[in-house]
């Protein structure tokens, strides 16, 4: 184990969002004024004196609910709870001492982690000091003021958390596990992907649509390696955002297909792939990542010897501008065809990281020209002089022309495909740059 985990837990409201953000430097969990908006545990990287650990923003716990998506919560917080190292309690001075405050502190008792009890909401320290000692009741330590808000008193409390870090079990390891994001509209299964290859509820799972607000990092290992999979909010239309909520889940989105690798779409078998989808994968297109197309619910169809032909044409057409992306036709419910998303994963990571020799891409460039020529406009010929490639994830290629007015899009796309017939690169789209070079 590398990094120690820090857990910040407490009854919803209190502020934990709001402390996660201030010590995480950015805004990371969606901070709002509902209880009970941050709904799943959200993972940042602080560092602190040179102690660099990883922080938990849990749910909040209610101790006692009947409510589906609190009583989730309450699992993902014990989950964090069992994973932490550390863990940060904080309650709240202008609410003061609350019976459910006590019974965290039982399960927090019971966990024999070092636990640091924090108050929040002392943003004036000669106004809110006293009331501070009634928390001393909770029995498990001594009360440390903050406010979160206004980052007062955290450098005491960050001394205080980095003590109990066992500094024997910290090795720097550099992270080279690949990440991949989980993306597609609300309930297609992403997060039961995830818990199936995970064989826990570590994400919130429930019928109730866009219930996965924030992206979530889990950590599966497969034959001895290390994926990486961030499980996205559900994009929804626009005209459905009524809530400011879907807006940081949309910008979530974009931030998590930008630190993935490779992007999964995840598209619901009995629905078939809508606009939306376009639009989600389209994301992953621009930011040139490797792209799966995961098909699921696939249990659910009723099929004959063409279906698979007939759906693959279907998705094809709609996601046209994506012909290199890998379809997969699987079910989170059964675990049908789910061990194939690792070998499809490493194969898509090869491609986005493969590298093609200068004098194999000129042999290419110079018989696909012979084959087809190229374009010229009014009496003068595009010209291709040389071609290179000269970065990875996306694999990225320079050619050399005359003149660039003349290399049409289709001329381009002519070229990769010759290139994609040599080298295959399944999975992940291709950059060109054209570059002018005039005649000597």
Known sequence: MSKPIVAIVGRPNVGKSTLFNALAGENISIVKDTPGVTRDRIYADVNWLDHNFTLIDTGGIEPDTKDIILSQMREQAQIAIDTADVIVFITDVKQGLVDSDSKVADMLRRSNKPVILVVNKVDN??????????????????????????????????????KHFDES????????????????????????????????????????????RDAIDTIIEHNGKDYNFIDTAGLRRKNKIKEELERYSIIRTVAAVDRADVAVLVIDAVEGVTE???????????????????????????????TIYKYTNRLREILSFIPYAEILFISAETGQRLPKLFDTIDMVLENQTMRVQTGVLNEIMTEAVA?????????????????????????????????????????TRYLENRIRDAFGFKGTSLRFVIRERKDK
């Open 169 to 212: 079990k910290m090795e720097d390891e550099e992270d080279e596990i690949p990440r991949i994001a989980i993306v597609g509209k609300p309930n297609v299964g992403k997060s039961s992907i995830i818990n199936k290859l995970l064989g826990q509820n570590r994400v919130i799972v429930s019928d109730i649509a866009g219930t996965t």
């Open 371 to 411: 084959l087809q020529q190229p374009p010229s406009d009014k009496g003068k010929r595009l010209k291709l002089y040389y071609i290179t490639q000269v970065s990875v994830k996306p694999p990225t290629f320079v050619i050399f022309v005359n003149d660039k007015e003349l290399m049409h899009f289709s001329y």
């Open 125 to 162: 320290f000669d106004k809110y000091l006293l009331d501070t000692y009634e928390f001393y009741n909770l029995g498990i330590g001594e009360p440390m003021p903050i406010s979160a808000t206004g980052k007062l008193g955290l450098g005491d409390m960050l001394d205080e958390v980095v």
């Open 276 to 306: 939306q989808d376009a639009k989600i994968v389209g994301i992953a297109h621009d930011r040139g990542k490797g792209i799966i197309i995961a098909v699921n619910k696939w249990d659910a169809i009723e099929k004959d010897d063409k």
